[in-house]
Structures are given as structure tokens and as C-alpha cells.
């Protein structure tokens, strides 16, 4: 069985500039999570999908993040416009349930400069 | 407000010698507690999970935690560290019922290992 898989692993834009990142989660996996590290802090929640539905959306950033996940499968991770402070690693990850293991992607480190 | 503080932000450790990573965390109710580890290259990847029942939990890679209510603390332990276990360390809460998945982080510990 496949893991979360996270495209792409690096990504370096310049400000102002568009990028999405994917998340392929775990086959049958109706809970899908994005999370985000900025450099040195702590990682930090930002949204998570029930199927294709968006259950709780509280810690995205602000308006120029867009996440969506079609048919309930992959989820991407638009931010446009880029802005230096977005800076850090986008990790994604899914669970069967609400109550059991989160599996976790390697992440995608976002540079923008 | 809910967090969790891992207060060593760098621990070294000859390899063979004992292990012991902290984490304190604050929440309204005792939490689901996790441990994460991340070598470079990889995901995140749980080392072990405490929900209820006994407080010292066994993990993979020969790591064990212990629960501690009293204090706060799910500190995660290894007898024996391995030069394979250098990596960065994340504790982890989420909450205890049903409901979004959402984990708060501490800030991760990166442990060195020395031959």
C-alpha cells in the first residue's frame, strides 16, 4: 500500500508568483489534512477534508491560500499570490477516521524568494 | 491557550548511550499524545500514540513514553540510541473526542548522534 505521497518535494517561486502543491493520501483515506512548518516553529494546522467536503478550515493563513480536493481523492494547495512568509514545509496527510493514525507525507518545502 | 513545549531545541548523544526527550504540554483536558520522528528525506512518521490505559506506552524503534498527568509531561525515552535515530523529534496533542483531527505541535527537538 502506497503512503501519502507529496508533489513536489521542493519548490523555490519568487514573490508574487502562483503555486499548487498535491497530496495523493492513502487509498480509502477520507480524511485528508494539510499542515504547514514555517522555519524553526512549530507545525501548524491548516485545514482538513472530510471526503471532498472541507470540515475545518480554521488555521488557513489568509485569502490566498485555496485548497480544494476533487472527487475526494488528491488535494491541492494553491497559493496566489506568494508571499515571502509563506515560506516553509507543507505536509499533508490522511486517516482512515476521525480517531485513528494520521499518516503523514514527507512534505513539500516551499521557498519563495 | 493549547500548546505544547518541547524545551530542548538540540540534544547530542553518544551512540549506545540513554535517551530522553521532553515534552509539556497545556490543554483543557487530558489529550491524545503522539511522537513523531522525522529522519531527513522522510515524512513524519509516529513512533507511538497514548489514548488511555497504561501510562508508559511502547513504541517502534525501541522507543517507550511515559504519561505523566500530574505534570503535564509524555516524555519520550530509549535505552540505547542508535546512530540511525538522529533525526527531529515532534510531540504532539489532539482531541480526545470525536471530531476534526486537528494536532497541535511543539517545536521539535533535532538529536545528533555520536560514534
Known amino acids: 500500500e502506497a503512503g501519502v505521497t507529496q508533489f513536489p518535494s521542493h519548490s523555490v517561486i519568487e514573490k508574487g508568483q502562483t503555486v499548487t502543491l498535491r497530496c495523493d493520501p492513502i487509498s480509502g483515506h477520507d480524511n485528508l489534512y494539510w499542515y504547514r512548518r514555517v522555519m524553526g516553529k512549530e507545525i501548524k494546522f491548516l485545514l482538513h477534508f472530510v471526503k471532498e467536503s472541507k470540515q475545518d478550515e480554521s488555521g488557513m493563513p489568509n485569502n490566498r491560500f485555496l485548497a480544494e480536493r476533487t472527487g475526494g481523492t488528491y488535494s491541492t494547495l494553491k497559493v496566489q499570490p506568494a508571499e515571502l512568509e509563506d515560506s516553509g514545509v507543507y505536509f499533508c496527510?490522511?486517516?482512515?477516521?476521525?480517531?485513528?493514525?494520521?499518516?503523514f507525507g514527507q512534505g513539500t518545502r516551499l521557498t519563495v524568494v | 491557550a493549547q500548546s505544547v513545549t518541547q524545551p530542548d531545541i538540540h540534544i547530542t548523544v553518544s551512540e549506545g548511550a540513554s535517551l530522553e526527550l521532553r515534552c509539556n504540554y497545556s490543554?483543557?483536558?487530558?489529550?491524545?499524545l503522539f511522537w513523531y520522528v522525522q529522519s531527513p528525506g522522510q515524512g513524519l512518521q509516529l513512533l507511538l500514540k497514548?489514548?488511555?490505559?497504561?501510562?508508559l506506552v511502547q513504541g517502534i524503534k525501541g522507543f517507550e513514553a511515559e504519561f505523566k498527568r500530574s505534570q503535564s509531561s509524555f516524555n519520550l525515552r530509549k535505552p540505547s540510541v542508535h546512530w540511525s535515530d538522529a533525526a527531529e523529534y515532534f510531540c504532539a496533542v489532539g482531541p480526545p473526542t470525536s471530531g476534526t483531527y486537528k494536532y497541535i505541535f511543539g517545536t521539535g527537538t533535532r538529536l545528533k548522534v555520536l560514534a
Open positions: 497514548y489514548f488511555s490505559g497504561d501510562t
Open positions: 496527510a490522511s486517516s482512515r477516521t476521525l480517531n485513528t493514525e494520521a499518516f
Open positions: 490543554y483543557g483536558a487530558t489529550p491524545y
